[in-house]
């Protein structure tokens, strides 16, 4: 695993050594382990390696099999047994990193190699011969990657700090991105950064270039036409259902130490439990994380995390929220994030990385269940729209069967969606505290309204295209967290949610019925059977109302960085007088906060 940058100029003259070395440099806080450089006629490559696997650690990048075609990864493969069996051939074997399986398969099929593997990467491979650059992202976004146009050429990295070391790539903000972080706490375009002269290659995309404008090409999309299976026996989908899942646990480990999330949940806990009882596939090292309050929030998650884990037999360290929430901020960190993001002294999860990152260099996480097992609308009816009254019938008597309910029609939904009407219109409001003039260039007001009312898809079609999960991935990258950590992600195994499509709906993706017979007898059933329930209320707010703004929140709400965005005397005046305030009101004042403070740093 690893780092990498690439500089490109537009004519064959030699690349300058001395700055694809700085910018390798900037990388190696978080990929310690080895630095290496590669420059030629037109092109100089840095890559700075994180060893997690044993094939790692003897591994040599920038990597080249005959001197004209070089390539520089962040790569780790699924099912890498079965790609190296397909490139023995090509002379693959185990020895192989997964970067240098990649360069086997370029030289094989050329371009379409993606389409013969999956998994966590961005790779660069640049043909010195035909003087051509080809950039691939994996299919959900795992890995980041940007890159910059320049006048001299194109400069590509995993690292946005690698490409602004660059003396030609200009600092200035983009004002949209800007906008969407005051609004949204992130960047909802997949393929633009904070930087006006930085973008990020979207997920599942490909970039080549030649010496003219950078193309990028989607080259995936997840497939929701598809047939659906019809296995005889019921236990054949929670058993093929659990394989997948195995494997895709197994697949993202491949080292001696990791250390995994547990909430109260059952996505979390389904990981945990499954990385146990991998036996040789897994771990010999494995410890636990949770995350619970003490009394800001009366919520059940730290006593059922401690729960699944003496049920599992893992070691569990518990973070308390209240020691983060609204703890002052440094004012020299030792880490300055690339993009605006949370205050990391304040966030329980940041203290976690860096625990981890001390014993270990893998952390898995959750995320990504609710969507892979996310229910399409009004499912009975799209069975009974299809003819299948059978499979309908079958799938409710089956639902019943497991939960001893059969699903509501669509009240609860409904009341919601109404009760709830009146805070979307005021989330779908522009706070006045926002600047007019900024709003305006930038229409804001659109934006958010549309946004707002639209949302993301929320299932597996949303996997690789949502933005929340885009910004998620980019923010557990060591190039942005700083640490010498990778987060892994288990649901986001194309393998497993290209079945989850295929799976009938009813009652498989009916509350997850699906994960919860899979856990049948590895999970307390308290935890199996628990229904999704999420925090009774906001942490961050009833502190506020309990202890009132800092007087260091109010210095950033007031910092002349946000001028030009933000009315700074509107925003100071409202959050002057804490007991008036509401959840929503507070909720959409506390990424100006962030802004303020990231500017400050930059």
């Not at 506020?544 to 030009?564: C, E, F, T, Y």
């Amino acid at each position: 695993m690893s780092g990498f940058v690439g500089l490109f100029g537009r004519s064959p003259s030699t690349a300058d050594a001395q700055l694809v070395a700085q910018m390798t440099e900037l990388m190696g806080r978080d990929c310690p382990d080895r630095l290496g450089t590669w420059i030629g006629e037109g092109a100089g490559l840095g890559h700075a390696l994180l060893a997690i696997t044993r094939e790692d650690r003897s591994e040599q990048q920038p990597l080249s099999m005959g001197g004209d075609v070089h390539i520089v990864g962040d790569v780790r493969l699924d099912r890498r047994d079965e790609v190296i069996a397909t490139l023995a051939e090509n002379g693959a074997t185990s020895y192989d990193s997964d970067t240098a399986l990649v360069l086997r398969a370029y030289h094989r099929w050329g371009e379409s190699c993606i389409d013969h593997f999956s998994g966590d990467f961005a790779f660069a491979i640049w043909d010195s011969a035909s003087r051509k650059l080809f950039c691939v992202r994996d299919h959900f976004g795992i890995v980041p990657l940007y890159y910059a146009e320049i006048p001299a050429g194109l400069i590509i990295s995993t690292h946005i700090q690698c490409i602004l070391a660059h003396p030609d790539v200009s600092e200035d903000l983009n004002e949209t991105a800007i906008g969407d972080f005051l609004l949204f706490s992130m960047n909802l375009d997949r393929g633009s950064t904070v930087f006006a002269s930085i973008q990020k290659l979207p997920p599942a995309h490909l970039l080549t270039w030649t010496g003219d404008a950078a193309a990028t090409h989607r080259y995936w999309q997840h497939a929701t036409d598809v047939d659906k299976l019809h296995h005889k026996s019921q236990d054949d989908y929670v058993d093929e259902f659990l394989h997948l899942l195995e494997y895709s646990v197994a697949d993202r480990l491949r080292t001696d130490k990791a250390a995994t999330h547990l909430s109260g949940g059952l996505d979390s806990t389904s990981i945990a439990a499954i990385t146990r009882r991998l036996g040789t596939r897994g771990v010999n090292d494995l410890q636990a994380y949770n995350i619970t309050y003490r009394e800001l929030l009366l919520e059940d998650e730290g006593r059922l995390a401690k729960e699944v884990a003496g049920h599992i037999g893992v070691p569990l360290d518990v973070l308390f929220a209240e020691d983060f929430i609204g703890a002052e901020p440094p004012d020299s960190p030792s880490h300055v994030y690339p993009e605006p993001h949370i205050i990391p002294s304040q966030v329980a999860e940041i203290e976690i990385a860096s625990r981890v990152s001390q014993n270990s260099r893998v952390l898995l996480a959750g995320f990504g269940g609710d969507p892979a097992l996310f229910p399409p609308d009004n499912p009975f009816g799209q069975v009974l729209k299809g003819g299948r009254i059978v499979s309908a019938i079958g799938g409710l008597f089956g639902i019943y069967r497991r939960t001893g309910r059969l699903p509501r029609p669509g009240l609860r939904t409904w009341l919601r969606k109404n009760t709830a009407a009146d805070v979307l219109a005021r989330t779908a409001t522009l706070p006045d505290w926002i600047d007019a003039e900024f709003a305006g260039r930038t229409h804001l007001v659109e934006r958010l309204r549309d946004t707002v009312l639209k949302r993301e898809l929320r299932d597996r079609a949303g996997m690789a295209i949502a933005p929340t999960w885009s910004n998620i991935f980019a923010w557990s990258h060591p190039g942005f967290s700083g640490q010498p950590l990778k987060t892994r992600f288990p649901f986001f195994d194309l393998r497993l949610v290209t079945f989850l499509e295929r799976v009938p709906p009813l009652p498989w993706l009916h509350d997850k019925i699906l994960l919860r017979e899979a856990m049948r007898g590895i999970l307390p059933e308290g935890v199996r059977l628990r229904r999704k329930s999420p925090l009774p209320g906001s942490g961050q707010f009833n502190h506020v109302q309990r202890d009132g703004i800092a007087p260091w929140a109010m210095r950033l709400a007031n910092s002349k960085h946000l001028d030009g965005f933000v009315n700074r005397k509107t925003l100071v005046s409202l959050l002057s007088d804490h007991k008036d305030l509401d959840q929503i009101r507070y909720r959409q004042t506390r990424p100006a906060i962030h802004m303020a403070y990231w500017l400050n740093q930059r």
